[in-house]
């Protein structure tokens, strides 16, 4: 082992978090090899929009990620994560058009190419600032292989796959109802539609009929009457037999339509029985008018205004026009009442404004036969949704998913490969065209772009450089793994799923580990207007990524929400500290010929060094199965418990006298060394995939002979795991702690010493005891320990711990009256709390009633309650 530069006494994350990035990404060890012996493991990023910059979903996702291909590399896999950025068209264009108001000009003022020209500046601007955040929370991404959705290679398999899919007669143009933006002027896919329950109205009014009389309709948006082609009631409503066929005249428009008569709209038992029909302004009414060939009247402007079709309320913005078909309706005297009526009511995802149903001219892909293959790859185990209660979910969606509206009224983003002459002809090409291929004449490309989302549907594949049958391809294609938040189960994981079973024949990931969603320490989703939000960049530079990291993981359970608080990256950023100052003064004390650990014989190790390794062995397999399993709550918990707890405050603190002083009786100080380093070394590697800036700070300055990043992971096989070790060591430990625990109840100064009886020691369990001995008095401040000891004093405090019996003398003196008098009052105190609790335990109601954890928590309580107060008690008598 080569000697190192001593670790600095300041745990400082800055110092070292930028050097070892670079070390890394120059290593190499980022790129997987190509070709390769090794198994691929590979993972794709979700790509974070071009939008701005990275948020705390973001640092969440980015840690579990960068958590797993870490791991796997280390265990010898050909592994690839696979970094990008997505376009992301509304919600870009929607902020540089914002820009652009601050500026006093429009996108429309621009034109299209210079409009362009600004929306590739912003994403120059920030998918390096997105790039930059991720290298600070240390995500060792294939940056080789960086992709944008518009780029040159995913373009042309999104062109590709549009045309394929047109030819198969998959993808489509008709005039249909689709949900429209009138603050974005485009159309939206259902998914993109936010349902919000309002308080609204609901108006009755009067429709005159032709021939004389009226019939009365119900609706919460009065202006859409304006489109109105029918009324349709109930075939076998006895109320309206008669009127079916008859004719209706428009109070405010000089038309008529008919009374029709249709059992799939009309329920007759809610409202008047009766409902108004607009076909171009109402799904259900859309598929009503269908059915019966009524005319189809848009009365919408683009933004929302009423168009020619709305006669004297043409001009007029939507809801301004509400007021005035009202007002008008009252003044006819056709008006019936109105109510409150709550309801939900569709509004843009992007923007918040309410979505109209709109009749126009979209293309669309039919999804019933890749849906149908989507859900035979989860039903047949080909792709795993963890946790599995997503799959009813997902089952759900794909089981009633309609026709997907896949064209946006928008510049930025796939401009969609069809072109149209004047003659009406389309041609759907790869390559743009001047001509039309029917006829000849001059074709222009549809101005239109195809929604994000159906090129992100191909990020496993076009990211590959599908439709060419690639090197990468090959080797990573289909994905190992995707982890991503639950929220795009829809947008984006089942289409990508659809996508890829459709284009390869292979869905395009083994597993899908779905995570909740960050939220502030209340359970709050964090937003700037609650102003909760945290800045995962600002809380690397405040607690180190590490930190930031072990947080995030920590709180990931499998199908929960992450309550953030940042007192618990302040105790991450604390157990950094614990490790680095537990690393120092193992480094202080080495002297550079420690052999490696795994060349020590375990068999003349003494009991500490034995118990050691024995938790470490244990903690081997415990976070490999909970990295295999994706609890990485799991994981993180038994590594901090091992780190901290076992190494770090019991064997760290017992190795302290064998390397400040030399050899110990049965302990030589060569073995200790060379445990201490070693043990540490691999608990480094442990942590790394977690934490790796401070991992491979500290395994460098203890001579390791390579990059943490490139170096095996521990497995489990190779160290002792001796049960009866770590049984000894647990009756050490708990007897130690029995003895703390006292002294801190009774408030004794460290300076006065406790003697300490124990009997009830097996044969086995008194020779180790024996010796332990040296350790038990300088851990638990003794000034005697007797071990199966036949006489106790009077008046020693006794207690079991660990299944021994312990006998606890205080040193003559210790309690005066001023001590004797806290110890009364705290013991009336601990009868008074415990007689409470028992109260609660004894109610039958509490313990039916009550959360199971929440009666477990009473118990523990009045248990520890009844201790103390034995205890105390005992102390109190034996100083009587």
């Keep these: 082992m080569r000697r190192s530069e001593q670790l600095p006494t300041r745990f400082d994350p800055k110092s070292f978090e930028a050097k070892w990035y670079e070390a890394w990404e120059t290593s190499g ?79 429309r003022e621009l034109g299209r190419d210079r409009f362009l020209e600004r929306m590739w500046q912003w994403k120059a601007q920030y998918k390096d600032n997105i790039s930059h955040q991720a290298k600070a929370l240390g995500a060792s991404c294939d940056w080789t292989r960086e992709r944008f959705t518009l780029d040159p290679m995913l373009s042309r398999a999104v062109r590709h796959a549009f045309v394929a899919l047109h030819r198969a007669g998959l993808i489509y143009r008709a005039h ?58 109930h075939p076998e409503d006895p109320r309206y037999n008669r009127l079916i066929g008859k004719l209706i005249r428009h109070p405010l428009l000089d038309r008529t339509f008919p009374v029709i008569a249709d059992p799939i709209l009309v329920d007759p038992k809610f409202g008047t029985g009766a409902v108004k029909v607009t076909p171009a302004h109402d799904p259900n009414d859309f598929a009503t008018g269908d059915r019966h060939g009524l005319e189809k009247i848009n009365i919408l402007t683009e933004d929302g205004h009423i168009n020619e079709n709305g006669g004297p309320f043409a001009g007029q913005e939507r ?111 790869e390559e743009d065209v001047k001509e039309c291929t029917t006829c000849g004449k001059p074709a222009e490309q549809d101005p239109d772009v195809l929604d994000t989302w159906f090129s992100s549907a191909l990020w496993p594949i076009s990211t590959m450089g599908w439709p060419e049958d690639t090197a990468d391809l090959k080797a990573f294609y ?27 024949g292979k869905a395009p990931f083994r ?36 930190a930031v990291r072990f947080t995030l993981a920590a709180l990931a359970s499998p199908g929960r929400d992450l309550p953030l608080d940042s007192k618990r990256m302040e105790g991450y950023r604390a157990f950094g500290t614990k490790i680095w100052n537990a690393a120092r003064f193992v480094q202080m004390h080495l002297d550079g010929s420690e052999p490696e650990v795994g060349d020590l014989d375990t068999a003349k190790l003494a009991l500490p060094e034995a118990w050691v390794l024995a ?81 491979e700070e500290i395994a460098q300055h203890l001579g390791a002979s390579e990059l943490l990043i490139g170096a095996r992971y521990p497995l489990a096989g190779g160290r002792s795991a001796d049960a009866d070790t770590l049984a000894v060591m647990e009756a050490f430990q708990a007897l130690v702690q029995e003895t703390r625990s006292y002294r801190h109840m009774v408030g004794l100064p460290p300076s006065a010493q406790l003697a300490v009886y124990l009997s009830g020691l097996g044969p086995q369990m008194l020779a180790a005891f024996e010796n332990l001995a040296p350790e038990m008095r300088r851990l638990g401040g003794l000034s005697a320990l007797e071990l199966n000891s036949t006489a106790v004093p009077s008046g020693a405090v006794r207690d079991v711990a660990a299944g021994i019996q312990i006998a606890i003398v205080l040193p003559a003196g210790a309690l005066g009256k001023v001590e004797r008098d806290r110890l009364t009052a705290e013991l009336a105190q601990a009868e008074a709390e415990l007689g409470r609790v028992n109260t609660r335990l004894a109610d039958p109601g509490f313990a039916q009633r009550a959360p199971s954890d929440v009666v477990a928590g009473a118990r523990d309580r009045a248990s520890e309650l009844a201790h103390k107060a034995r205890m105390l008690a005992a102390t109190l008598g034996g100083e009587s």
């Design 29 to 107: 060890a980022f790129t997987p090899e190509l070709p390769s012996e090794k198994p691929p493991f590979v993972i794709l990023i979700p790509p974070p929009n071009v939008t701005g910059k990275l948020h705390i979903g973001h640092a969440l996702q980015f840690t579990l990620q960068d958590l797993v291909i870490r791991w796997r590399r280390m265990q010898g896999h050909n592994a690839l994560w696979l970094p990008g950025t997505d376009h992301a068209g509304i919600a870009t264009q929607v902020m540089v058009e914002r820009e652009l108001a601050k500026e006093g000009t429009s996108r």
């Design 176 to 233: 249909r109802l689709i949900n429209w933006c009138p603050r974005c002027l485009t159309a939206l896919s259902d998914l993109e539609v936010v349902h919000k329950e309002i308080d609204g109205g609901m108006w009755d009014f009067a429709y005159p009929l032709v021939e004389g009389g009226e019939i009365v309709v119900s609706t919460s948006r009065p202006e859409t009457m304006l489109g109105d082609t029918a009324v349709a009631v």
């Design 319 to 429: 809801f301004a026009a509400r007021k005035q078909v009202l007002a008008a309706l009252g003044e006819k005297g056709l008006r019936r009442g109105e109510k409150t009526h709550r309801h939900a009511v569709g509004h843009c995802q992007r923007c918040d404004t309410v979505v109209e149903p709109y009749l126009s001219m979209q293309w669309f892909c039919s999804m019933r036969g890749m849906a149908d293959r989507a859900l035979d790859a989860v039903h047949s185990g080909e792709v795993s949704l963890i946790p599995d209660f997503w799959v009813s979910t997902y089952e759900n969606w794909l089981g009633n998913i309609l026709d997907w509206c896949i064209s946006r009224q928008l510049w930025w983003g796939h401009r969609i490969p069809a072109f149209y002459c004047a003659d009406g002809h389309t041609t759907v090409s």
């Design 478 to 504: 289909p994905t190992s793994l995707l982890i991503t938040g639950f929220d795009i189960l829809f947008f984006w994981v089942a289409r990508m799923i659809m996508m890829g079973c459709h284009f390869t």
């Design 511 to 546: 597993e899908v580990h779905l995570t909740g969603l960050v939220r502030d320490a209340r359970g709050q989703k964090m937003s700037k207007t609650k102003g909760n939000v945290m800045d995962p960049l600002d809380l690397v530079h405040e607690y180190g990524a590490d």
């Design 615 to 695: 938790e470490l062995e244990r903690t081997v397999v415990a976070v490999n199965r909970a990295w295999e399993s994706y609890r990485f709550d799991e994981g993180c918990r038994e590594l901090y418990q091992f780190v901290w707890n076992d190494y770090c405050d019991w064997y760290v603190e017992m190795a302290k006298p064998v390397l400040q002083d030399g050899d110990q009786e049965g302990r030589r100080g060569a073995d200790v060394r060379a445990v201490a380093r070693g043990v540490l070394l691999e608990a480094l590697k442990l942590l790394h995939p977690v934490m790796p800036f401070i991992t």
